[in-house]
């Protein structure tokens, strides 16, 4: 699978971006660890703000209960376990730390 360590191993690219240099994009930045570090600490806030949101809708859409509303909340609820297994797939490859051979007992 390509994750954000990969990328930290590539040199930064030129070509079309190179030439907005004031744009206010660092590409060394977004290569080195802070960046990276950074870049993966946002997706995981991205599914876990999502989940909370659809948990709400969801909810709120549940209580009027028609038919559609009640579709509503199950495609919500199925939202909320994409989400879920997302942020737990980028917990596990991206933020939990990594442990070597001489930190294990």
Same mark, same amino acid.
């Given at each position: 699978m390509f994750s954000a360590w990969d990328r930290r191993e590539r040199p930064p #690219? /030129?070509?079309?971006?190179?030439?907005?240099q004031g744009f206010g994009v660092d590409k060394t930045f977004l290569s080195s660890l802070k960046g990276i570090l950074l870049e993966t /600490?946002?997706?995981?806030? $991205?599914c876990i703000?999502?989940?909370i949101i &659809?948990?709400?809708?969801? &909810?709120a859409a549940v209580t009027s $209960? /028609?038919?559609a509303a009640i579709a509503a909340f199950v495609f919500g609820i199925i939202l909320v376990s994409?989400?879920?297994?997302?942020? &737990?797939k980028i917990? $596990?490859? #991206?933020?939990?730390? $990594?442990?070597? #051979?001489g930190d294990q007992q």
């Open positions: #690219e /030129e070509g079309a971006a190179a030439g907005l /600490e946002l997706d995981f806030l $991205r703000s999502a989940i &659809f948990l709400v809708v969801s &909810f $209960r /028609e038919g994409v989400f879920a297994y997302d942020a &737990f917990y $596990r490859t #991206e933020l939990m730390p $990594r442990t070597t #051979e």
